[in-house]
C-alpha cells in the first residue's frame, strides 16, 4: 500500500477489492486520536459509514480504536433503519402511483441500496426519495402524493412557477419524529439534455419486482450515465459517495455495460467530460476498473484538460471541497467548460449562470418578489447581449409530447410482455 499521502486513503484503500490486511494494519497502527476522530467526520459527511464499517468488520482488523467501532456501529444501525423506513415508503409511494398508471422511476436514493449494494443496510441515504414522472403526469402526481398525506413544501403562489421554469417539485411529509422529503423530477439533471436522451431513459427503463412490488429501474447505461453527472458537477464539485456508486456499478455490472452507448451519449449531450472526470476519480480513488480506451475516447481537448486539472483534483477534492463550492469562479467561469464544446456555448452557459433568464425574472415580479435596480440594469443587458450573439435563454425544455409517447410505448410493451408470458 505505501506511504498515505492523505488519510482519506486508508478509507479508499479499504473500500477497494483487494486489500492487504497486513498492510492497512501496518498503516493504522499509527493513528492517532486525532486521525480517528477526522476519519469518522469524513466517513459520515460522505455518507460512506456503512460500506466501510462492514468493510472493517469482515476484514477484522487490528489498532481498531472501541470508541471509533462504536460510533460507526450506531451511524450503521440508525442508516438501516432509516433505509428500512425509506423503502416501506418507496413502495407505497410508486404502488399508490401505479393505481392511477403514472409511471415512475425511482432516482438514486434508497433503490441503489438494492440494485448495487444488494443490502438495505450499505448504502449511507438522507431522509428523502428523488422519483421521476412524466411532466404530462405531473398534475395526476401531485393529487396522488397528497392522498399518501404529503404537502407542497412551497407557498401554493409558487407551484406555477416550479412548474414552468424547475426540474422538480419538493413535497413532505411526517412520519414518526421524522420528516420525508419527496422530490418529485420531470427532468433528470441540471443541465440541458437532448430530448431524444430523456425519451431513452423512458425507453431504456426496465420493470423489475422487489418484493412483491413493481418498480421501474432504469438501464444500465442510463443510471451510470445519471451517476456521472452527479458525482461531478457544477453545484457540488464532487461527490465521493456518487463515485463510490459508479465503482460499484461497474462492478456488478462491468460485462452487462455498453460502453460505446454510454459515451455516445455523453457526447450527444455535452457532457463527455463530466462523464470522463465521474470515471477518472472513481479509478483514482477506488480502483474501478475503467480501461483506457474508454476514458482517451471522452477525455477532453488538452487545453480544457489543463484547466480543468487544476480545479478537479485530489487534493480539492478532499481538502478545498466547500470553497470550492461556494467560490464564483467554479460556479460561473470554470465549470461551464464541462458542459460545453464551442465558445459561443460556453458563454451562453456563462451569460445564464451569472443572470436569470428573462421570463424568469417577470414571473418572480409577477409574484411581488423585491428585484433591485442594478438587477433591472443586468437583465437589460443580458438581453442586449443576447440579441447581439443570438443566444437563447437557457430555459429548460420539457418533451411533452415525447413524454406522451413513452409513457403510451411502456404500456404497449407490458401488455405485450404480459400476453406473451
Same mark, same amino acid.
Not at 497502527?29 to 468493510?55: C, M, Q, S
Not at 489498532?63 to 462504536?70: K, N, R, V
Not at 464532487?238 to 451519449?265: A, C, F
Not at 447581439?388 to 418533451?399: A, D
Given at each position: 500500500?505505501?506511504?498515505?499521502?492523505?488519510?482519506? /486513503?486508508?478509507?479508499?484503500?479499504?473500500?477497494?477489492? &483487494?486489500?492487504?490486511? /497486513?498492510?492497512?494494519?501496518?498503516?493504522? $497502527?499509527?493513528?492517532?486520536?486525532?486521525?480517528?476522530?477526522?476519519?469518522?467526520?469524513?466517513?459520515?459527511?460522505?455518507? =460512506?459509514?456503512?460500506?466501510?464499517?462492514?468493510? =472493517?468488520?469482515?476484514?477484522? =482488523?487490528e &489498532? @481498531?480504536?472501541?470508541?471509533?467501532?462504536?460510533r460507526l456501529k450506531n451511524l450503521y444501525l440508525l442508516n438501516l433503519q432509516r433505509n428500512t423506513m425509506l423503502e416501506r415508503e418507496l413502495f407505497k409511494v410508486t404502488d399508490h402511483l401505479g393505481t392511477g398508471n403514472i409511471p415512475v422511476i425511482p432516482l438514486k436514493g434508497i433503490i441503489l441500496c438494492r440494485l448495487l449494494y444488494n443490502d438495505i443496510a450499505l448504502r449511507g441515504t438522507s431522509y428523502d426519495l428523488d422519483l421521476l414522472i412524466p411532466y404530462e403526469r405531473l398534475r395526476?402526481?401531485?393529487?396522488?402524493?397528497?392522498?399518501?398525506?404529503? !404537502?407542497?413544501? /412551497?407557498?401554493?403562489?409558487?407551484?406555477?412557477?416550479?412548474?414552468?421554469?424547475?426540474?422538480e417539485i419538493v413535497f413532505y411529509k411526517k412520519s414518526g419524529n421524522s420528516e420525508i422529503n419527496l422530490d418529485l423530477h420531470w427532468y433528470i439533471v441540471d443541465e440541458r439534455l437532448n430530448d431524444t436522451c430523456i425519451r431513452d431513459f423512458w425507453m431504456n427503463a426496465k420493470e423489475i419486482n422487489l418484493d412483491g412490488h413493481k418498480i421501474l429501474i432504469p438501464s444500465i447505461e442510463d443510471l451510470l450515465f445519471y451517476l456521472s453527472l452527479h458525482a461531478?458537477?457544477?453545484?457540488?464539485?464532487?461527490?465521493?459517495?456518487? =463515485?463510490?456508486?459508479?465503482?460499484?456499478?461497474?462492478?456488478?455490472?462491468? $460485462?452487462? @455495460?455498453?460502453? !460505446? /452507448?454510454?459515451?455516445?451519449?455523453?457526447?450527444?449531450?455535452?457532457?463527455a467530460k463530466s462523464l470522463f472526470y465521474s470515471l477518472s476519480l472513481s479509478r483514482d480513488f477506488f480502483e474501478t476498473p475503467v480501461s483506457e480506451e474508454v476514458l482517451d475516447a471522452i477525455r477532453p481537448h488538452r487545453i480544457k484538460e489543463l484547466i480543468l486539472m487544476q480545479w478537479i483534483n485530489k487534493y480539492n477534492v478532499l481538502k478545498r471541497r466547500q470553497n470550492i463550492i461556494s467560490s464564483w469562479i467554479w460556479i460561473s467561469f470554470v465549470s461551464p467548460l464541462l458542459y460545453t464544446n464551442t465558445f459561443f456555448d460556453y458563454l451562453e452557459l456563462v451569460v445564464n449562470r451569472r443572470f436569470s433568464p428573462m421570463d424568469i425574472y417577470v414571473e418572480l415580479c409577477s409574484k411581488g418578489a423585491e428585484i433591485s435596480l442594478s438587477n433591472s440594469f443586468r437583465k437589460l443587458s443580458l438581453n442586449i447581449l443576447k440579441c447581439?450573439?443570438?443566444? !437563447?435563454?437557457?430555459?429548460?425544455?420539457?418533451?411533452v409530447s415525447s413524454m406522451a409517447y413513452i409513457s403510451q410505448n411502456h404500456s404497449e410493451r407490458n401488455l405485450s410482455s404480459k400476453s406473451n408470458e
Open positions: 500500500m505505501g506511504q498515505l499521502n492523505y488519510r482519506e /486513503d486508508m478509507v479508499f484503500y479499504l473500500l477497494r477489492e &483487494h486489500v492487504d490486511r /497486513d498492510a492497512i494494519n501496518k498503516i493504522i $497502527k499509527d493513528f492517532k486520536e486525532e486521525d480517528w476522530i477526522e476519519t469518522g467526520d469524513f466517513l459520515k459527511e460522505n455518507a =460512506l459509514v456503512p460500506i466501510f464499517y462492514d468493510r =472493517l468488520i469482515e476484514l477484522k =482488523l &489498532h @481498531i480504536p472501541a470508541e471509533f467501532l462504536l395526476e402526481a401531485e393529487e396522488k402524493l397528497q392522498e399518501k398525506g404529503y !404537502s407542497f413544501a /412551497d407557498r401554493p403562489e409558487l407551484i406555477e412557477y416550479h412548474h414552468k421554469f424547475n426540474k461531478v458537477n457544477y453545484g457540488h464539485f464532487v461527490v465521493i459517495k456518487y =463515485l463510490y456508486d459508479i465503482h460499484r456499478i461497474v462492478k456488478v455490472y462491468g $460485462k452487462e @455495460i455498453n460502453w !460505446s /452507448d454510454l459515451m455516445r451519449k455523453a457526447r450527444e449531450n455535452n457532457l447581439f450573439f443570438t443566444i !437563447s435563454c437557457n430555459e429548460r425544455k420539457v418533451p
